[in-house]
Nanobody, 124 residues
Framework: QVQLVESGGGLVQPGGSLRLSCAVS????????MNWVRQTPGKERELVAAFIADGITVVNDAVKGRFTIARDKGENTLILQGDNLEPEDTGVYYCALCTRFGVWGVSPDDFDYWGQGTQVTVSS
């Protein structure tokens, strides 16, 4: 059984940093993309950053230069490092995997596995 477990969320002051981790357990034959998706208040769900087909990195323009996605293959962990956080970064952050080649989107049907989400609040 595949499980994704996020950790690292919490309260962060504006300008501060966070490091989110997503531990992936279970057997997955092929991973097309590994993603961080967030749901912020009053806005639609959006992609934060992703690895695609193990060779391409995608980062949302809203966080480019502030957020970095990384993968620890040995630990099978997906990481999101965010710096210089803004109140607009507040939301629930989800780790999500897709095993279907070419599938791309942020709706629940676009991913095969989701974590439970971790709350990030940026506030003074």
């Amino acid at each position: 059984q595949v499980q994704l477990v996020e950790s690292g969320g919490g309260l962060v002051q504006p300008g501060g940093s966070l490091r989110l981790s997503c531990a992936v357990s279970g057997s997955i034959a092929n991973i097309y993309s590994m993603n961080w998706v967030r749901q912020t208040p009053g806005k639609e769900r959006e992609l934060v950053a992703a690895f695609i087909a193990d060779g391409i990195t995608v980062v949302n323009d809203a966080v480019k230069g502030r957020f970095t996605i990384a993968r620890d293959k040995g630990e099978n962990t997906l990481i999101l490092q965010g710096d210089n956080l803004e109140p607009e970064d507040t939301g629930v952050y989800y780790c999500a995997l897709c095993t279907r080649f070419g599938v791309w989107g942020v709706s629940p049907d676009d991913f095969d596995y989701w974590g439970q989400g971790t709350q990030v609040t940026v506030s003074s």
